[in-house]
């Protein structure tokens, strides 16, 4: 039982794939119940706004879940039948990926033009400004990181994992602005406005990004195929 401990210590320092899996199977709980909870807040408060953030969250939580299987799966297999589990799984959680961007759209528009019905008060407010912080910090490091695998699903996994971190700072940027400033406050109207916009256009490029990364991918395979 020690050295299995051991082994499991020894691969977490030393396998950044296997780092990168395990943390990803921990976000799916946690979008899990992120995705409950705001389904739960959308019923309870009949808010469509709630419903298109759960609506969110649940896309989130299939595409690391799908990740978070395929690559435990994946690692009893030989290198051919990993990569075309891959690349399939690719495909399928890229599309995936344009669809919850464009269900963003909805909940986003909704604060820029200040019709959420969000119930926040100020505590909540600072644990989920700390909570946004130090995601922030670890996305963008991780973001940066990801040329150094050579797993395009897990890469895919970081760009997954920089635009959730994006809608987390939306998030908290609406709660912030209801908190201290209410509705009526123009400026703080025109700043959410331009905010949104940007963010979401990083959002939606990334996912195009991504669905032209499985193209290069097929690219390549056909290069291999015709040297082999």
């Known amino acids: 039982m020690d050295k299995f401990y051991v082994d499991i210590v020894q691969k977490w320092k030393n396998d950044y794939e296997f780092r990168m899996t395990v943390k990803t199977a921990i976000n ?41 299987l ?71 490091i991780n973001f940066a990181k990801r040329n150094r695998l050579d797993n395009f699903l897990l890469k895919e996994i970081s760009v997954i994992n920089f635009i959730d971190m994006l809608v987390s700072i939306l998030l908290l940027q609406n709660a912030l602005i209801v908190v201290n400033s209410g509705s009526d406050n123009h400026e703080m109207f025109l700043l959410s406005a331009v905010v949104s916009a940007i963010f979401m256009v990083l959002a939606v490029g990334l996912s195009i990004y991504n669905l032209v990364g499985y193209k290069k991918i097929g690219e390549n395979d056909s290069e291999v195929n015709d040297v082999d």
């Open 70 to 140: 395929v690559e435990i799966k994946s690692r009893k297999m030989e290198e051919k039948q990993q990569n075309e589990l891959r690349k399939k799984t690719f495909l399928g959680t890229s599309i995936l990926l344009f669809i919850m961007n464009m269900v963003l759209v909805v909940p986003v528009t909704m604060m820029v033009f200040f019709q959420r019905e969000i119930k926040f008060d100020l505590f909540l407010s600072i644990g989920m400004a700390a909570y946004t912080v130090c995601k922030a910090v670890t996305t963008s």
């Open 28 to 68: 799916f709980v946690v979008t899990v119940i992120f995705a409950l909870f705001n389904v739960a807040l959308s019923i309870y408060y009949r808010s469509a706004w709630y419903g298109g953030i759960g609506a969110y969250y649940v896309l989130l939580a299939l595409i690391r879940g799908a990740v978070a």
